[in-house]
């Protein structure tokens, strides 16, 4: 067959990380699944590449027994994962890295919930 990886590309619009300005583009590749699925992400600036990030997984039956067990032995990975990513965090700050702010103005979901409201009082 051929090739059976979907590539896209397309610019930051999600203020994501304070350390990787919105002047970015993020490069995706995506293998069509089946029974095992890659994912990669490769996120640019005009200087270079900023981040890499790939997921590899194979499929697994996902039956009710499994769900239980994930939820057993599982049930405290998001804490985990939070407070990961919040001692690389204050690793980067300790780097004295650039951070850039939240780009408040001009944030989709910021103006959609300000016009809504607006509609609200007017109507």
């Known amino acids: 067959g051929g090739d059976r990886t979907i590539r896209q590309t397309t610019a930051k619009r999600l203020h994501v990380s304070p350390f990787m300005g919105m002047d970015m583009r993020y490069d ?3 293998t069509v699944p089946t029974e095992t699925l890659t994912i990669g992400i490769a996120g640019a600036d005009a200087s270079g590449t900023l981040i890499n990030a790939s997921l590899s997984a194979r499929r697994r039956e996902l039956s009710d027994r499994q769900l239980l067990w994930l939820l057993v032995t599982h049930r405290l990975v998001t804490f985990k994962v939070i407070g990961a990513i919040h001692w690389e965090a204050l690793r980067l ?5 650039r951070v850039y702010p939240h780009p408040r103005s001009g944030c989709p979901s910021r103006i959609s919930h300000t ?3 607006a509609e609200d009082i007017h109507a």
Do not use: A, N
């Open 93 to 97: 700050l300790g780097k004295r890295l």
């Open 115 to 117: 016009q809504e409201r």
């Open 28 to 30: 995706f590749r995506v």
